[in-house]
């Protein structure tokens, strides 16, 4: 008995290390403690928390591989623990092997029908491939397991303005912004679905709302430029997609933009520059600027880029 508490102490010892290591955001440090708690004896459910820990901070570390192969250990110690299966599904899903992600879901959800992560992630793969039937089905699942689930709302809505739904896209759309006032992804979606009802002024706000609460999402200030741009108000979409240029150096399409708007104005030095940038950044676009009428006044050779 005395040598079973000491192998229970100092395991239950390792694990605080390792807690502190977590603390300190060490690792790496937090890993070896875990491992070396493993080395002793104790409860199967014991021993499942650490893999489960270990599994995580392989995850976060980028060691998919290694995480994976933990959470399979700790499927072979109890076949029952959804969260193994969940894990694995998220890394399948990761890896682009949509087909195994699903699977590995269901398992999930085989064992605990109210894994609402679950529903959300099944979601999200059948939208991707284009079955909005099921991923509706899935959101909906998702919120009825978690009824503030601002992102599924959002994520629904999306789905719905794509169906030309605009009254339920509105809707979901609405009560993602409710729940959370503060997520701009919720604020582009209902930029582009008033700009679908016509409604600019309104579309204009929203993005405007977006990039006030994500300045570093590029497509607001892209969506809000197009307005402008489709009003011939070349001027202001310059100053727009300016704006979002400083905040996305890297967005190569606001360049692009930015050079169509200055020949439009007849500033062929502008638009040049731009195109050279956005040719860097995106080298394909060597191939769209010889279709593009807006440019084809400019006097430049692609000998340039």
């Given at each position: ?5 000491k ?5 239950n ?26 080395e ?16 995580i ?13 933990t959470?399979?250990?700790i499927?072979?110690i109890?076949?029952?623990e ?11 899903d ?5 087909e ?83 997520y ?7 930029g ?6 016509g ?11 977006a ?11 892209l ?25 996305n ?9 930015r ?47």
């Amino acid at each position: 008995m005395r040598n079973n508490l000491k192998s229970s102490d100092r395991r239950n010892n390792y694990m605080i290390l390792a807690e502190s290591a977590i603390i300190e955001d060490d690792k790496q440090r937090a890993l070896k403690f875990y491992k070396k708690a493993l080395e002793f004896d104790d409860e199967t459910e014991d021993t499942i928390e650490i893999l489960y820990n270990i599994a995580i901070l392989y995850d976060e570390m980028g060691k998919r591989d290694q995480a994976f192969d933990t959470y399979r250990e700790i499927i072979e110690i109890s076949d029952d623990e959804a969260g193994a299966y969940y894990g694995m599904a998220i890394i399948y899903d990761d890896k682009g092997e949509k087909e195994l992600a699903l699977e590995y879901y269901n398992k999930a959800l085989d064992i605990d029908p109210e894994y609402d992560r679950a529903y959300f992630y099944i979601a999200n793969i059948y939208d991707e491939n284009g079955k909005k039937k099921d991923a509706i089905e899935n959101y909906k699942k998702a919120i009825e397991l978690t009824s503030n689930d601002f992102i599924a709302y959002n994520n629904l809505g999306a789905i719905y303005e794509e169906l030309k739904q605009y009254d339920e896209a509105l809707e979901m759309i609405d009560k993602s912004i409710e729940i959370n006032p503060y997520y701009y992804k919720a604020f582009f979606n209902k930029g582009v679905i008033k700009k679908r009802l016509g409604d600019l002024e309104e579309a204009i706000k929203c993005y405007d709302m977006a990039i006030e609460t994500n300045k570093i999402y590029p497509y607001s200030y892209l969506n809000k430029s197009v307005i402008f741009i489709e009003k011939k108000k070349y001027k202001e979409a310059i100053e727009i997609l300016s704006e979002g240029i400083e905040n996305n150096p890297e967005a190569e399409f606001l360049y692009y933009n930015r050079a169509c708007c200055h020949a439009k104005l007849g500033n062929e030095e502008g638009a040049i520059e731009d195109l050279k940038i956005a040719v860097k950044l995106y080298p394909r676009f060597k191939d769209i600027i010889k279709e593009d009428n807006d440019l084809k006044n400019l006097g430049f050779s692609f000998k340039t880029f």
